[in-house]
């Protein structure tokens, strides 16, 4: 199994970007999906995830301004990050919760390889 993130960058504080990463291989079902960030000297937390149900989770620090959503069909989900600010510079991580085509189907957890999201002042 393979996550693919994309759509990091650089941006303008107040301006906006899409992040995309799409779950590949070995599926059967994927329980939850989410994003994470970890900026330099700080540990890894919580973005946002989002069950298969559609139930989403979001941190406090991004409510109202981030958006998860996923498409079930295709595997993939996406954080739209909106009214950015300088203090959501990191690299983000896509992160699933897998059930597998084989036994043991898990669930597993997976990472994805991060993109980087800078936000200028």
């Known amino acids: 199994v393979q996550l693919q993130a994309s759509g990091g960058g650089l941006v303008q504080a107040g301006g906006s970007l899409r992040l995309s990463c799409a779950a590949s291989?070995?599926?059967?079902?994927?329980?939850?999906m989410g994003w994470y960030r970890q900026a330099p000297g700080k540990q890894r937390e919580l973005v946002a995830t989002i069950l298969s149900g559609g139930n989403t989770n979001y941190a406090d620090s991004v409510k109202g301004r981030f958006t998860i959503s996923r498409d079930n069909a295709e595997n993939t989900v996406y954080l739209q990050m909106n009214s950015l600010k300088p203090d959501d510079t990191a690299v983000y991580y896509c992160n699933a919760v897998i059930l597998l085509h084989r036994l043991p189907p898990g669930p597993y957890p997976y990472w994805g390889q991060g993109t980087q999201v800078t936000v200028s002042s």
């Open positions: 291989g070995s599926i059967l079902n994927i329980n939850s």
